[in-house]
């Protein structure tokens, strides 16, 4: 596993969270075009969240999380983050990061993923 999510919990409706993607060795998240955000929930398939570069720029957000989620990067640390706020009970779903050579909204196009952290909100 070469990248690793953090930062998920269980916090309520209305809520905020900042998840980080970090890279498991220096350089590794700048050596690839692209970053990827993606969720899953339990019995749905995995569903797109956002995309930009490894520095924060070129960013694209899904319909569903535009205006509340934001992502940026942090290049002395290695590391993407993905500021949520105003989170919904909708929202609820494992968060993976995923690395790959083109910006992408497509699961498949990312070949290096994080494990997932878990992010539950309560209504």
């Known amino acids: 596993v070469q990248l690793q999510a953090s930062g998920g919990g269980l916090v309520q409706a209305g809520d905020s969270l900042k998840l980080s993607c970090s890279a498991l060795?220096?350089?590794?998240?700048?050596?690839?075009?692209?970053m990827g955000w993606f969720r899953q929930a339990p019995g749905k398939e995995r569903e797109f969240v956002a995309r930009?570069?490894?520095?924060?720029?070129?960013?694209f957000y899904a319909d569903s999380v535009k205006g509340r989620f934001t992502v940026s990067g942090d290049n002395a640390e290695d590391t993407v983050h993905l500021q949520m706020n105003s989170l919904k009970p909708e929202d609820t779903a494992v968060y993976y990061c995923?690395?790959?050579?083109?910006?992408?909204?497509?699961?498949?196009?990312?070949?290096?993923w994080g494990q997932g952290t878990q992010v539950t909100v309560s209504s």
């Open positions: 995923a690395a790959g050579n083109i910006l992408s909204m497509v699961p498949g196009s990312y070949a290096y």
């Open positions: 060795r220096s350089g590794f998240t700048r050596s690839f075009a692209g």
């Open positions: 930009s570069r490894w520095n924060g720029d070129m960013t």
